[in-house]
């Protein structure tokens, strides 16, 4: 079961526990990306997980690379080249204080890659299912041609292509999104997206709904997956439900719909380790779920477990099998000590 996910590995650099950015001395230094998040998610599911993307040609890149290699990703179409790998600065967030993430992605070696640089045709053989956001062709319209290149190739090849919608306010504006990932969106049989996304990217917005207040409609997250899949045909929409209390305490579920059925999860009370890749980890889930042949429920409950998991481990990756999902996904989720 050979997945491919494309997009940029970065260097993370943060500042230990909840210590500023202005206040540390300190900075630890691990890898993460999107894309290269759901790649780890499914290697540790036991799929045949392929990450593409370009780094540059010395140890930097090459520790980047060691990165996926230790979890089991295979490598293999990564192209080496250009100047630098992008970083992205993360301070966490505690309390009612936000966390806050500061990019320096300019003229790394994947938003400086070319179409040419990726051989989609060779990539995709033998390909399942083929995954991207909304992050990658944010980074310029070479990018925006690659991921329609890639999604192309991947359906030639008779994969599904899954997009996140994640739109990301400080690599371009809304009208920029608007225009590139509704071409995008023609190639993309699974949308995953969230009320935000949905409103900044296609003015999809859910009506009685205010996250910044935890205030969250059913019916206007209907309405959001009813409009996503009308205006591009996709096969499945799946949104996420996160209710902030603060940084640290959120309520966490999604919906998926099939165009017919809507199918809502069980609704988790999450303490929040580490927020980031979040999302991937639910994306990675579903994904996984509905290869493995489960059904439209069964998925959305293994996905919304598998990002309820990563929440509670440290950095990017969500390091956890198929057995520790599916214990939480049944319903085990007093979090006793195992021995």
Known sequence: MKVVT???????????GYFRFVQTENLTATFGGAEAN??????NFGVDSYYVTKLPDHEIGQAAVNSLRRFGVNTQYIVRGGPRVG???????????GSKCIYDRAGSSIQLSKPEDFDWKQIMQGCKAFHITGITPALGPNLVKSCIQAAEEAHKAGAIV???????AKLWSREEANKAMTELCKHVDICVANED????VFGIKAENTDTTKGELSTEGYKSVARQLME???FKKVAITLRT???ANRNDWQALLYDGKDFFFSKKYEVWIVDRVGGGDSFTAGLIYSLLSGKTSQEAVEFAVAASCLKHTIEGD?????VAEVEKLASGNASGRIQR
């Open 162 to 168: 899954s997009l996140d919608l994640n739109y990301r």
């Open 244 to 246: 902030s209390i603060n």
């Open 231 to 233: 205006r591009f045909s």
């Open 38 to 43: 759901v790649a780890i998610s499914l290697a």
């Open 317 to 321: 990756f969500n390091m956890v099998s």
């Open 197 to 200: 996304d949905a409103a900044d």
């Open 6 to 16: 494309f997009g940029e590995l970065m260097l993370r650099l943060e500042p230990p």
């Open 87 to 97: 970083i992205y600065y993360n301070e966490r967030g505690a309390s009612q204080r």
